[in-house]
């Protein structure tokens, strides 16, 4: 069955599948790139990697308004519950769990989580998604690191990396992390959000294909890919 994947920009995606709207890292009230106000959204599920205001987004409005079931890590999913969301399904790094539209499991993210707040947020993760036949690595915020490798081997379709540099991996790292994984196709996000992430997606892209097995998509903030 096909699933389509919406980049809204910076980190944020809307996947949809088998009926099923999955938002991640829903950073769009104070997003100047996202096409579209938190209000006008509509998800069943929202996944969070990590607890910075840039990627919790947000999560609270869109959870109460639609009752969306939050997916994060353990401490996320407490901090959620002072905040009034009940509806919540704590994972942790390297499990995974089958939902009705299909399976998510938490792999390793280096990079910091606290909460808005200053609350702990927990480890930051990234998300290897199977729906159907289709793999979807989204790698959230992260350096590179070696496992990818192994993450890799699981058979990626869709690798989502971020390319912005100084607060993730930057575009010579973020090729290095294509070569690891070796997906059928990657898409590069966080950058151009903020000036200290600006970078040039086209270039990048041109490096994937020429140095890399992988097809490179750069999408505009609202565009959707089919797979």
Request: net charge negative; with cysteine.
């Amino acid at each position: 069955m096909t699933s389509k994947v919406t980049w809204l920009s910076h980190s944020a995606f809307l996947i949809e599948h088998e009926g099923a709207k999955l938002l991640i890292d829903p950073f769009l009230t104070g997003n100047p790139l996202c096409p579209i106000k938190a209000k006008e959204i509509e998800a069943d599920y929202i996944l969070v990697s990590h607890g910075h205001g840039d990627h919790i987004g947000d999560t609270v409005a869109i959870a109460k308004r639609t009752g969306a079931m939050v997916i994060a890590n353990f401490e996320i999913c407490n901090w959620l519950d002072t905040q009034g969301i009940k509806n919540v399904h704590p994972q942790h790094i390297g499990g995974g769990f089958d939902y009705p539209w299909g399976r998510v499991k938490l792999t390793i993210a280096h990079h910091g989580s606290q909460l808005p707040d200053g609350s702990y947020g927990g480890n930051p993760c990234g998300f290897l998604l199977t729906l159907g036949d289709t793999k979807i690595y989204h790698a959230c915020d992260t350096g590179l690191f070696y496992d990818m490798k192994l993450i890799g081997e699981e058979g990626i379709d869709l690798a989502i990396l971020p390319i912005g540099d100084n607060f993730t991996m930057g575009p010579d790292d973020a090729l290095r992390a294509v070569q690891l994984l070796e997906p059928a196709t990657v898409i590069p996000i966080h950058y151009n959000t903020f000036e200290v992430i600006n970078q040039d997606p086209e270039q990048w892209a041109k490096r994937v294909e020429q140095e890399s097995s992988a097809k490179c998509r750069v999408l505009k903030p609202g565009e959707t890919l089919e797979l």
